[in-house]
């Protein structure tokens, strides 16, 4: 079957569109063959493109000529097809599409291009593995599940436009090439041609310049940007993503919480017909890390934390009174009707804790007449009314305790209540618990280098309340930063920023950036912030997985057009790869590759 050309043919629509009400009328429709199937002297066609799936019947009383093309035809070949929109016969009509109740009679057909017999099949219901489809994602594109994350990120990035427009911010574009500075992980590099030995950096985000832009006087800025950041490989991360910078001047952090809150309402509103009731809770970053071990906790179930550590001061436990003696903690979670767990199941349960530092999981199961516990024979009858009192726990219920130092305890037992609640299914489906946590601690210290480094980023400002405790204890001075998060993941941070010069010098101090790595690193900024910077503060929120969640995919990699593997490589393109000798020459680089 010869190729044709579409000649003066212009689409009527798109195949998903055509409705009863337009019965009758003639239309062109163009798109891929999803299947064929020949029916005696029928030939029915299923046209499918981004818009949806339409039944073209080819009829030899019709049209000959477009009975015998339609023969031809294979799975993924392009076609345009001319008819009269007929209704289905009552019997035939199929609900599970929304052009069930209508088909396309043909009177004429041409193939606009074929295909090769497609690595798998491209349906929704597809056989074929992440690899296979990534490697092959524009045949991958084509199934309604995969482009319909795709439709609606991009009706999400529409709504924040319209939304962050109406309250006079401005979108400007920040470079992608720029200077390296240490802002956490490591930056990809890019040499320069022209200057032999020296390199610019893609952006880990436009920190700088968003700031930089408010000294400039834009008072309310946004992009939605591309971030490159040369990580460690991990399950769920992207090598590069996309995230809404915002800044603001003149603010506080209610300023930017509640400018943000009202545009995922509209968000929920929009893409998923949610009310988000406003304004959204606060927790402090003590409370939530005490309550959940996290500070990013899923709240849509409960399982919290609770500290057992007054219950076994003078215990008969070694292990937890030498843990207390130490300064560690003793804590805990109560599971409803978690006694009948099997051993089997508990022993699965300290082996998970295990994987996150826990040296033990301990454990009690509150029956009658006896607990059940490798530690009932140590408890006293006042440390019994004390674990009672302290958990709330019943009968038929068990509770899981953990004794470490606080880092170590609330990490194990964090990951522990998420397993938890997989596990015994107390995580609702399609529900949504969004929050701030706020109040970060500013600093902690890096015991490996020994210095302090910041918990956000070193352009993060204190609490002013907090500033006398700089000098003295640093690691008790919180800082006005904020997050938002949403079923146990961090969608956006962002914080006040430090806009007087000398202060911002003094913090990079205390980091251990001397003054003259800070004029190195950073004198470009730190002299933007010398011409009367305005107050301002700002957040970024990560578009790739605010998509993610609303969209009901598991994987960032569903949400972007071309993503990379888990091993950070592009399988469509084989990239990263070697380039061309010459190439490098150029660059003044050579490699060297260890065998």
């Known amino acids: 079957m010869e190729l044709e050309s579409l000649g003066s043919w212009k689409r009527s629509c798109y195949c998903g569109e055509p409705r009863l009400e337009a019965v009758g009328r003639e239309l062109i429709l163009m798109g891929w063959v999803q299947r064929r199937r020949d029916h005696g002297g029928l030939i029915f066609v299923d046209l499918r493109d981004r818009g949806g799936i339409v039944q073209i019947v080819f009829n030899p009383s019709t049209s000959r000529d477009a009975h015998e093309k339609a023969g031809h035809l294979r799975a993924e070949d392009v076609m345009a097809v001319r008819g009269i929109l007929a209704r289905r016969p009552e019997e035939t009509v199929n609900s599970d599409i929304s052009t069930g109740a209508v088909e396309l009679v043909a009177q004429e057909v041409r193939l606009l291009n074929s295909s090769r017999v497609p690595p798998f099949t491209v349906e929704d219901d597809t056989d074929a593995t992440e690899n296979t489809r990534l490697k092959y994602r524009y045949l991958d594109l084509r199934r309604p599940r995969s482009l319909a994350p795709l439709v609606m990120r991009y009706r999400m990035t529409k709504a924040i436009r319209d939304y962050l427009d109406s309250l ?19 930056d990809y590099l890019v040499p320069s041609r022209i200057y032999h030995g020296k390199f610019y950096a893609l952006p880990q985000s436009p920190q700088l310049f968003k700031q930089i832009l408010m000294v400039g006087g834009l008072d309310r800025y946004f ?14 991360r992207q090598p590069e993503f996309t995230q809404l910078d915002v800044e603001m001047s003149f603010v506080q952090p209610e300023d930017v919480m509640q400018a943000m809150e009202r545009m995922m309402a509209i968000l929920f509103k929009e893409l998923k017909g949610i009310d988000l009731k406003l304004p959204l809770s606060r927790l402090s970053w003590q409370e939530a890390t005490s309550r959940y071990g996290s500070d990013k906790p899923d709240l849509r179930f409960d399982l919290e934390l609770k500290d057992f550590s007054p219950a076994f001061r003078t215990s008969q436990i070694k292990v937890f009174a030498a843990v207390l003696e130490r300064g560690g903690v003793v804590k805990g979670i109560a599971v409803s009707g978690g006694a009948n767990l099997s051993r089997k199941e508990l022993d699965e349960l300290t082996a998970f ?11 009690i199961k509150l029956l009658e007449p006896e607990w059940q516990s490798p530690l009932a024979k140590f408890l006293s009858s006042e ?14 219920d068990i509770i899981f305790f953990v004794a470490d130092e606080i880092k170590v305890t609330h990490e194990a037992l964090a990951n522990l209540r998420l397993h938890l609640g997989e596990k015994l ?3 609702p489906e399609r529900e949504y618990a969004l929050t701030w946590v706020v109040d970060f601690p500013l600093l902690e210290y890096e015991a490996e280098e020994k210095r302090y480094v910041a918990v956000h980023h070193p352009f993060t400002a204190p609490l002013e309340e907090d500033l006398p405790l700089l000098e003295r204890e640093p690691l008790k001075v919180r800082s006005q930063a904020y997050d938002l998060v949403m079923n146990g993941v961090e969608i956006g941070g962002g914080s006040i920023r430090i806009h007087h010069v000398e202060f911002q010098k003094k913090i990079l101090g205390l980091l251990g950036i001397g003054p003259e790595e800070a004029e190195a690193k950073f004198g470009f900024f730190l002299e933007a912030l010398s011409f009367g910077a305005p107050p301002h503060g700002g957040i970024a929120l990560g578009i790739d997985r605010m998509a993610m969640m609303l969209s009901g995919t598991r994987s960032l990699r569903d949400v972007i057009a071309f993503p990379k593997s888990q091993r950070a490589v592009c399988l469509l393109t084989d990239a990263p790869s070697s380039v061309d000798p010459r190439q490098l020459r150029e660059l003044g680089i050579k490699v060297t590759v260890e065998k």
């Not at 804790?353 to 454990?363: D, S």
Request: charged share 30%; proline share 3%; net charge negative.
């Open 223 to 236: 992009q939605i940007v591309r971030c490159f950041r040369d990580e460690d490989l991990r399950a769920d």
């Open 383 to 396: 440390e019994r009314r004390a674990i009672v009192e302290i958990s709330g726990a019943g009968t038929g």
């Open 168 to 186: 006079g911010f401005i979108e400007v574009e920040t470079p992608v090439l720029t200077k390296s500075t240490p802002e956490g992980a490591r």
């Open 425 to 427: 299914k107390l995580i």
């Open 353 to 363: 804790a295990g994987e996150y530092g826990a040296k033990g999981l301990a454990w």
